[in-house]
């Protein structure tokens, strides 16, 4: 009878464990669900918060603090720019990949190479001459 019951507690453990996905398989899944549920309205508010936020990364930039501009930006990618990436790919792809790019690769790349502040700047330029193209579009 205990190894009856000792079976049965060990087949319900693992049902459960089965039952649970990693947390990066969630944050995946999160990720994915808050790119498809932004309205363009809410990828309007974001692309504002961008723009702040990349202001304020340039400015860690400037003040020697590299690494931390860099993970910054990595933050504006994955916490805002995620609310874009879904309306925007519905009325212009090219243009959100564009974006991504610059902002995920492009830009963290180049502050954690510490490349100059006239290269940050341009970069930066860019990106928020394609936000207004995004705004734009969204609009």
């Known amino acids: 009878?205990?190894?009856?019951?000792?079976?049965?507690?060990?087949?319900?453990?693992?049902?459960?464990v089965?039952?649970?996905g990693s947390d990066a398989e969630s944050s995946a899944s999160d990720d994915q669900a808050a790119e498809e549920e932004?309205?363009?309205?809410q990828a309007l508010a974001e692309i504002v918060t961008i723009r702040a936020?990349?202001?304020?990364?340039v400015a860690k930039y400037a003040s020697g603090?590299?690494?931390?501009?860099?993970?910054?930006?990595?933050?504006?990618?994955?916490?805002?720019?995620?609310?874009v990436e879904g309306p925007l790919g519905d009325v212009n792809h090219d243009l959100m990949e564009e974006i991504e790019e610059k902002l995920s690769t492009d830009l963290r790349t180049s502050m954690d190479?510490?490349?100059?502040q006239s290269e940050i700047d341009s970069l930066v330029s860019e990106i928020?001459?394609?936000l207004d193209q995004a705004e734009q579009e969204l609009s």
């Open 18 to 20: 089965a039952g649970c």
């Open 53 to 57: 936020l990349l202001d304020d990364a």
């Open 128 to 130: 928020k001459s394609d």
């Open 113 to 116: 190479d510490g490349a100059g």
């Open 65 to 83: 603090d590299h690494s931390g501009a860099a993970d910054d930006v990595g933050d504006v990618y994955l916490e805002h720019y995620e609310h």
């Open 1 to 16: 009878m205990l190894r009856v019951l000792a079976l049965l507690a060990l087949a319900g453990g693992l049902l459960v």
């Open 38 to 41: 932004s309205t363009p309205a």
